[in-house]
């Protein structure tokens, strides 16, 4: 039974297009967050909801926008897909406290070509 | 702001070996302090933690002790396995404030273990 499950694992997309990431968790935690991890394996914060509340947007591009339906969900839709865009993108959610474990799923690897 | 820094790797041992990996933080207040570990092809599972000041986090034979004097968290293993291959992160969470378990992260350290 997946903790943190993410869709789909792999995505490989033309420039300009726009798509769609899913965050699905099971652990009943009130706090998700989306993560990327760059091509040298550096894992940086994107942004943070809790209970359905955008807490946490570390200056990413309009382009990406987050959406949570329920606190069990976080969503990412990224539109005009740039070449820089390609990465892993986590999703991963916590109780929200500062010294609670950070549960992930395995990784989304988006390829714009 | 927080920061974390960790050794260069790639780091490559051989079986049995012993294992440091050396991370440094810098951050305000009371910073809690993990390791989280990649395995290829995974996400990132959470390898030990440390919340505060001396506290020593320890799992599957590794351990790091919080070292609020040096600002220091460094992963120690006394005898690797081909199994511990895999990516390892430092990271810490600010105690208290509104950050929400934030994480921020090192830079990774790729560890090979040859047979």
């Known amino acids: 039974d997946t903790a943190v499950s993410q869709t789909p694992k792999y995505l490989v997309t033309q420039m300009g297009n726009d798509k769609s990431i899913k965050c699905e968790q099971n652990l009943g935690h009130d706090t998700m967050y989306w993560y990327k991890q760059d091509s040298k394996k550096f894992l940086k914060i994107m942004f943070s909801?809790?209970?359905?509340?955008?807490?946490i947007n570390e200056t990413v591009p309009n382009r990406f926008s987050p959406k949570s339906p329920d606190k069990a969900h976080l969503n990412l839709h990224i539109n005009s897909l740039e070449l820089g865009d390609s990465a892993v993108y986590f999703c991963?959610?916590?109780?929200?406290?500062?010294?609670?474990?950070?549960?992930f799923g395995q990784g989304t690897r988006l390829t714009v070509v | 702001g927080n920061s974390v820094t960790q050794m260069e790797g790639p780091v490559t041992l051989s079986e049995e070996a012993f294992l440091t990996i050396n991370c440094t933080y810098t951050a305000t207040g009371y910073p809690s302090l993990f390791w989280y570990v990649q395995y290829p092809g995974e996400g990132l599972q959470l390898l030990l933690k440390a919340t505060k000041a001396d506290d020593k986090g320890s799992n599957k034979g590794f351990e790091a002790t919080y070292r609020k004097e040096t600002t220091s968290f460094h992963l120690e293993k006394g005898s690797v396995q081909v199994s511990d291959s895999a990516v390892y992160f430092c990271a810490l969470t600010n105690a208290g404030g509104t950050s929400y378990g934030k994480l921020t992260f090192g830079q990774g350290t790729i560890l090979t273990v040859h047979p």
């Open positions: 909801y809790n209970n359905k509340e955008l807490i």
């Open positions: 991963a959610s916590s109780q929200g406290a500062d010294n609670t474990e950070a549960f």
